[in-house]
């Protein structure tokens, strides 16, 4: 497949390829939001006590996909806000679960097919799955056009796919076999790194026999695994319906849910940065105290989490909060409360660059202890044209922002600031410092509420039209009738 742009970025702090366990908490902090969800439909009480996989809330908006409790425990809803906190935790009892009553009514009307799904859903199994261009939850009764499933994830500090998979091929495998069977014709993608790495060796093997399923190969190269831009270099089109994306944590939940039956309650996730001592893989279930892991895995206090990959994360309030249900990895780095002296002007033997304008370009493989101070203020851009050449999507950064900078949003829009995927990989390289990505999130915001409030403006037009005209024939009814009546020869009453 042929894909455009990309960087490689070498910072210090990749986690190690082993999981590593942490201890259990003594409490748990869930919270009743996460990137795509927002857990509105709280279904247990204060005090109410449950257990492990019970459904604690869900999210109407998004075909009601529940926010399972990692462990048993008592429920404390008044603790912190928007979190369940779940306290005297006990050891998780691993029992099959299924929602016994629903199932003859789902049996009933879609068959085994939508049993699988339904029990996908509610297993917690079908969270790890998107649309690979809007990025939503895709429905769980829908029909895909294609399925995407990437072993990779190449942005510093997420979850790598070789450290979910080991020794978990087989249920890797066993999860693919489940996921066709839901399927009738549409094809499977499986990307895979480069034809000659060992892990895409050991994967191969595995698969060899799947015909439906199709292999692509990419090379390691941030961010192409972002589905969106796998969709695009597949061919695929929006307007032909959902594609089904799914990484292979989600590949591994849907063995665990339609094989054995059991919540999917635990992720592998990196945690990783220049700040952290060792940065490893860690098993963690939702709610686990952030505060906690910063502080297993750090010293100092001047530090900033992230949840998420260093260029696609969000910054986060360790304080009194924990894990949501889709982190991926945590990501610290240093946090200088100092401004550096003359920082700007330093030759750079420990700094990298895009440009490869610093000293550090003489070195071979240099990894850069990244913190985050800016050394330097942000500048005008200088049409380096450095962003253009890493944009994945083929669209122009420095124009776009340009366009912004003039308020142009037409203009904008007709450059296709849509297709920004949000891979951060603009801002990363802009020598002038601009917040490229950001800019075009906003921008993207703004144009679809405008295109909306033209839409509900042109819809209010309409039916005032129709209004309008519907008056307007009511009124000529009823002077054609009076028209008539008047006309009408009267009777002679015979007197
Ligand atoms: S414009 Fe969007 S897709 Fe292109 S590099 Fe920037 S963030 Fe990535
Ligand atoms: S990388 Fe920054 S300075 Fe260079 S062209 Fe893009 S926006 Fe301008």
Redesign the pocket.
């Known amino acids: 497949m042929k894909l455009r742009g990309g960087y490689n970025i070498t910072l210090e702090g990749r986690p190690a390829g082993v999981v590593t366990k942490l201890p259990e908490p003594q409490r748990l902090c869930i919270p009743l939001f996460s990137r795509r969800f927002n857990f509105s439909e709280v279904l247990v009480t204060d005090g109410q006590v449950v257990s492990d996989g019970d459904t604690l809330a869900t999210d109407p908006d998004n075909y009601s996909v529940p926010l399972l409790a990692p462990r048993g425990g008592t429920v404390r809803l008044n603790d912190t806000d928007n979190h369940i906190v779940l306290e005297d935790l006990a050891c998780p009892a691993g029992k099959a679960h299924t929602p016994e009553k629903d199932l003859p009514h789902i049996v009933q009307k879609m068959g085994s097919a939508g049993l699988k799904r339904y029990k996908l859903l509610t297993l917690g199994a079908w969270q790890f799955f998107s649309d690979a261009f809007t990025g939503d939850l895709p429905d769980p009764m829908g029909k895909p056009q294609a399925v995407i499933i990437s072993t990779l994830s190449l942005e510093p500090y997420v979850a790598r796919g070789d450290v979910q998979l080991l020794n978990r091929l087989l249920q890797f495998t066993r999860g693919l076999e489940h996921l066709q069977s839901l399927l009738e014709y549409q094809p499977i993608y499986l990307v895979l790194p480069d034809i000659k790495s060992e892990f895409a060796t050991r994967v191969r093997e595995q698969i060899r026999g799947y015909a439906w399923a199709k292999l692509i190969e990419i090379p390691m190269k941030y961010p192409y695994d972002n589905f969106n831009i796998l969709a695009r270099g597949l061919g695929l089109k929006g307007a032909d319906g959902p594609v089904w994306s799914v990484r292979t944590e989600g590949i591994l939940a849907v063995d665990r849910s339609l094989t054995v039956s059991k919540p999917c309650l635990v992720r592998i996730l990196a945690v990783g940065g220049p700040a952290v001592k060792n940065p490893v893989h860690v098993k963690l279930m939702a709610g686990y105290p952030t505060d906690s892991i910063v502080d297993m895995f750090t010293e100092g206090d001047c530090l900033r989490a992230i949840n998420g990959g260093m260029l696609s994360g969000e910054a986060i309030n360790t304080a009194k909060s924990g894990l949501d249900t889709e982190a991926r990895g945590i990501t610290i780095l240093s946090e200088p409360k100092e401004r550096e002296f003359l920082g700007f002007v330093r030759p750079g033997s420990d700094r990298a660059s895009y440009s490869g304008c610093f000293l550090s370009s003489f070195r071979s493989k240099f990894s850069e202890r990244l913190t985050t101070a800016l050394r330097g203020e942000g500048r005008p851009c200088i049409s380096c044209n450095y962003?253009e050449e890493?944009?994945?999507?083929g669209?122009m950064?420095h124009l776009l922002h340009k366009y912004l900078y003039e308020d142009l949003i037409e203009e904008l829009d007709e450059a296709r600031v849509d297709l920004?995927?949000?891979?951060?990989?603009?801002s990363f390289v802009c020598p002038s410092k601009i917040e490229?990505?950001q800019q075009?999130l906003e921008a993207i915001d703004l144009i679809a509420k405008e295109k909306e409030e033209a839409r509900l403006e042109k819809e209010a037009a309409e039916k005032r039209a129709q209004e309008e005209a519907a008056r307007r024939e009511a009124e000529e009814a009823a002077a054609n009738e009076k028209a008539k009546a008047d006309d009408a020869p009267v009777e002679d009453s015979g007197e």
């Open positions: 962003c890493v944009c994945p999507a669209i950064p920004c995927v949000q891979c951060g990989l603009c490229l990505k075009f």
